[in-house]
């Protein structure tokens, strides 16, 4: 049974990513006082009831949103599992207003990977914007970008990591190849020889890798990924969140006192950044207690000209969410080039933000 304590604390990035705001969903967390399974006063009862209750007002999207959290942080039992099956099918909802969205399944021999996507046409290949997040969020949560892309002259995937939501491929050490095989199924539809990820904290990890070992993807953007430290510093693991290790031991079938035993091998040498050959940019939360400070430390030694953002805050940057997705998307079109009057607009709006205005980016 999770820890409440904790799921309160952590569900705050997620919830502000999506738009609630504080004042709606502090009463609601005040009401959750336990873990079990659905019932009264659960988790996943306080969080599915709102979304039930938007839901049956309409509100297809927020109502979604309510479903992710009640989910949140990953399925373990019957009730998880119901609102999962409602996030994915209100957002199904939702985004039939929206034909630009579109479903696509990619089936592989180890399992199915589930993702939504725009702007792929076989006439008119467009290079093509990946977007995956962690170990604790759906595609759902983010797939609402996929409508900004098309104006940025992108098409888009937006999916889960191996193990998360509707992704049946098992959490191992070659979960890198999800990428390639992506690209593969969207090579005739998506210039996938153009090809750029927004990989958020764990699937960072991933597209780092990925990018070693395929030319296809020419730029890496990521916020809290674990590199190196996370994976072999033991004491760092030692104060690890325990809903992020019990998190892991899920995702990769083993147990919380094993886990980090099991990814130890995973991490990514110091060598082997140094062959990235193509621009990467970085979000880290000076205060964050998840990832070690030498991940971002050792990104910034040995990858070549990398572009690192630093927050005053703990993982996931809640307070600065608005700067955070606006200096993404400006780093993937500085890395594709071009739409220069998107860059300004979004540079001026990320000045804005972070300075008050007037300086730059």
Not at 21 to 47: A, F, K, M, N, Q
Not at 73 to 79: H, K, N, Q, T
Not at 190 to 207: E, I, N, P, V
């Amino acid at each position: 049974m999770n820890d409440i304590a904790e799921l309160k604390n952590f569900v705050v990035a997620h919830t502000r990513s999506q738009g609630l705001p504080p004042e709606h969903y502090d009463p609601l967390l005040s009401r959750i006082r336990h873990d079990e399974d659905g019932t009264p006063g659960s988790w996943v009862r306080e969080w599915s009831a709102e979304g039930a209750r938007l839901e049956a007002g309409g509100r297809l999207l927020e109502a979604s949103v309510h479903y992710n959290m009640a989910r949140f942080p990953f399925v373990d039992g019957p009730a998880r599992r119901e609102a999962l099956e409602r996030c994915v099918a209100a957002f199904d909802g939702w985004r039939s207003a929206f034909p630009a969205i579109e479903r696509l399944d990619v089936d592989l021999p180890e399992g199915q990977i589930r993702c939504w996507t725009s702007g792929l046409d076989a006439s008119e290949p467009r290079p093509l914007l990946v977007m995956t997040g962690g170990i604790v969020s759906v595609k759902e949560q983010w797939a609402p970008v996929l409508l900004q892309l098309g104006e940025l002259g992108f098409a888009g995937v937006v999916t889960e990591m191996p193990g998360v939501g509707e992704n049946s491929l098992p959490y191992r050490a070659d979960s890198w190849r999800m990428y390639p095989a992506l690209l593969d199924a969207v090579g005739d539809r998506a210039d996938t020889a153009r090809t750029f990820t927004l990989a958020l904290s764990f699937s960072g990890h991933l597209a780092l890798r990925a990018a070693l070992h395929d030319d296809r993807i020419r730029g890496v953007v990521g916020a809290g990924a674990p590199v190196h430290d996370f994976f072999t510093d033991t004491e760092w693991q030692r104060s690890v969140p325990r809903v992020t290790t019990e998190t892991l031991a899920h995702l990769t079938g083993s147990a919380p006192g094993e886990v980090y035993g099991l990814v130890k091998d995973w991490a990514l040498a110091p060598e082997e950044l140094d062959e990235l050959r193509i621009p990467v940019a970085h979000v880290t939360s000076l205060r964050d207690e998840i990832i070690p400070p030498g991940d971002a430390a050792l990104l910034r030694e040995r990858v070549r000209g990398v572009r690192l953002l630093a927050h005053d805050d703990v993982h996931g940057s809640p307070r600065f969410f608005a700067q955070t997705r606006l200096w993404t998307l400006l780093s993937v079109l500085r890395m594709r080039g071009g739409h220069g009057d998107q860059r300004i607009a979004l540079t001026r709006e990320f000045a804005r933000l972070r300075y008050g205005g007037g300086a730059r980016a």
